[in-house]
């Protein structure tokens, strides 16, 4: 595990997992990778034989290969070398309450401030059966972490990693049933500052809050999510906060804070784009764009990556800066996501609707100036990132975003960054990547403008900054902070007890 320190049994648990499956014509089941930053951080992590994995069965492939294993325990031919996954079938209903509408079109609207406030949020009679799904869900993962826990009892204790926003609850319910293990819980998101958590029903914040401070390390990709966590702690349940300490304090119980950027693991991502693959695609998108300078996004087509803004400031480049016409192309890779929101199918209909207008403006015979892709393709974005010129990540606000560190480590000849302030990110990378504030899409087509413009020596000098913080904090580093975060407070409450 790149070489961080593991001693006894870890158990992670998250919503998504390292496999999911799908269901040919044929009926038998194929597997791929998980999608998403939080995969592909624990995947790096995972493949020790001393780790569990526990994860949802989310579609219904996935259900038929849980159904089909023992316990739902997958085959490890199935989930990849020395992974152990253990899969919940969760049933379907409780799957989608959960998911959809507490986890995504609630907390992840929270945590995003992604509202829409003259008309929603509205927590009428249906919220409540919702809530009560989430919890049912969250008991179930909190039930299975603590029967293998107690399987792993006669060694070293395990220690249990929580995932996400999902499992908000689940730490409170572990340690209520298996008092003792060692839990962490980490957010992949941002966190909403109190004025904006204000607007969950009174009792499902404060539930959310102490479901956190059930474990005893709570991680945050960085500070000012995790200041915003402590200070809703304040507001909301007037817990005690060492803020010297980074410790909160509530009910008796001590949950420390801690802060963990996750970064990238180079070597392995340069690695896998220097695959065949990878080249093929490369040379695929030269010819499509004729040796033009190259702007590069990639993203899930997610509402919080901004993307109709960032389409709409290439827009107002090209309008203003008319110089660059056919000396540029703009990469948009959307990938599909959570479309069984509707937010999202009308979101995706809006990037394409805005993606046309820039085409009938600015297309000409022999200049495309922008090409969107729709359609998952891992290579290709790998290969996009190594020939960026300009990387443009402007979430409108992002726990991390991986892609922002990904792109200057990936990038052949140095790529300039423009970055949302909005981003994680920002807070490690801010220093050489050009700033912008996401909903200003006037400044974001100046930076725009300035990243194309700038000199390759400077473009190189900036990237080669940007790819050392990238790379500062690989995902076996920030996996193995947070198991000795757990070790140093177990070591401290030994001396006290
Ligand atoms: C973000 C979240 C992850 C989630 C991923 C993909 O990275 O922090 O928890 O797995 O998005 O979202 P999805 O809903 O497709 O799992």
Not at 144 to 153: E, F, K
Not at 313 to 332: F, I
Request: charged fraction near 25%.
């Amino acid at each position: 595990m790149g070489g961080a320190q593991v001693d006894g049994p870890v158990l992670i648990a998250s919503n998504r997992g390292p496999v999911s499956f799908t269901k040919g014509d044929d009926g038998r089941l194929s597997a791929k990778r998980g999608g998403g930053g939080m995969v592909s951080g624990l995947s790096a992590v995972a493949d020790e034989s001393d780790m569990l994995w526990v994860c949802a069965a989310l579609s219904d492939g996935d259900r038929v290969a849980a159904r089909a294993a023992p316990g739902g325990m997958l085959d490890r031919d199935q989930t990849g070398p020395g992974m152990a996954v253990r899969m919940l079938d969760i049933p379907a209903a409780v799957f989608q309450r959960a998911y959809n509408a507490v986890a995504n079109s609630t907390l992840w609207f929270v945590h995003h401030m992604l509202y829409d406030t003259p008309s929603r949020p509205s927590f009428g009679p249906s919220f409540a059966r919702e809530w009560e799904a989430f919890r049912r869900y969250n008991e179930m993962f909190a039930a299975a972490l603590a029967d293998a826990a107690r399987a792993a009892a006669d060694g070293t204790p395990a220690r249990a990693v929580i995932q996400d926003y999902h499992l908000c609850l689940a730490p409170r319910m572990l340690a209520d049933q298996a008092p003792g293990i060692p839990i962490a819980h980490f957010s992949h998101t941002p966190w909403a500052p109190p004025d904006y958590y204000r607007l969950l029903p009174d009792d499902v914040g404060r539930e959310v809050l102490t479901g956190i401070l059930g474990a005893d390390h709570a991680g945050f990709l960085c500070q000012r999510w995790a200041d915003a966590f402590v200070d809703c702690c304040e507001t909301f349940l007037g817990a005690t906060v060492d803020a010297g300490r980074g410790q909160v304090s509530y009910r008796g119980h001590i949950t420390s804070i801690g802060v963990h950027p996750l970064g990238v693991d180079a070597g392995q991502l340069r690695e896998r784009a220097a695959e065949r693959d990878v080249l093929a695609r490369m040379a695929a998108l030269a010819g499509a764009t004729d040796g033009r300078q190259l702007i590069v996004r990639v993203d899930r087509t997610e509402l919080s990556k901004n993307i109709v803004r960032g389409l709409e400031a290439y827009r107002e480049l090209l309008r203003t800066h008319p110089e660059w016409h056919r000396k540029v192309a703009h990469v948009a890779f959307a990938y599909p996501s959570r479309h069984d929101l509707p937010e999202y199918r009308e979101y995706t209909a809006a990037v394409q609707r805005m993606a046309r207008q820039i085409e009938d403006e600015f297309a000409e015979p022999g200049w495309d100036p922008l090409l969107l892709e729709v359609d998952d393709d891992y290579p290709r974005s790998l290969a996009a990132c190594r020939m960026a010129d300009v990387m443009l990540i402007n979430p409108i606000r992002d726990g991390m975003n991986l892609v922002a560190k990904e792109g200057p480590i990936l990038s052949d000849h140095g790529c300039a960054l423009v970055l949302s302030t909005e981003a994680g990110a920002a807070a490690e990378l801010g220093d050489n990547a050009l700033l912008v504030n996401p909903f200003d899409v006037a400044q974001t087509a100046r930076a725009l403008h300035e990243a194309l413009a700038m000199s390759p020596d400077e473009r190189r000098r900036r990237s080669a900054a940007l790819a050392a913080a990238a790379a500062a904090m690989p995902p076996s580093r920030w996996f193995s902070d947070q198991l000795a975060a757990l070790d140093r407070l177990a070591a401290s409450r030994a001396r006290v007890g």
